[in-house]
């Protein structure tokens, strides 16, 4: 009974700190995406695409318009597909009251994060009658495997049963 208690609370944990590193991957990428989106050139995505992948965890990234346009995305292993509109709709909707990641998916081997892109905020002039906001540009989607996380709770469960069962049998 310890032995899968003990590995539930470290499955808890270790979740935990997956979900906050999949967010600050996906904020990551998009504060590195603003230039690809204001001009809508996948070659200013390149470097910033590259650099999120190697991330041993991330399965894909993808950098989308603020009309649902996939402007580049990379993957590994098997593709998923990007939001559908009304899901990008939803972001945009959230993303005015706070600019942070969400997790807008979750299956058994992955977690999904988008975060919205906004343009520079700009220097306002005296003159100016109203503070200018920026503007959304787009979404950047980070798709996390949950493959170490699945491993490592299996390992620490059979570590735990095994160390349970020799100390019974003593």
Known sequence: FSSLTTSWEASRSMKAY?????????????????????????DNAQTALK???????????????????????????KLVQALEPQAIAAISNAAAVTPDSVLTGESE?????????????????????????????GHVQVLVGKSSLNRLVLSLFVNNLGVTLAFAGV
């Open 18 to 42: 997956l979900a906050q590193q999949g967010q600050q991957i996906a904020q990551n990428l998009a504060r590195q995406s603003v230039l690809a989106l204001l001009y809508q050139s996948a």
């Open 109 to 137: 081997d992955t977690l999904n994060f988008t975060v919205p892109v906004f343009s520079l905020p700009t220097e306002s002039s005296p003159f100016d009658a109203e503070v200018k906001k920026p503007a959304l540009l």
């Open 51 to 77: 650099t999120t992948m190697a991330f041993p965890d991330v399965m894909q990234a993808s950098i989308v318009t603020a009309n649902g346009k996939i402007l580049v995305s990379q993957h590994k292993g």
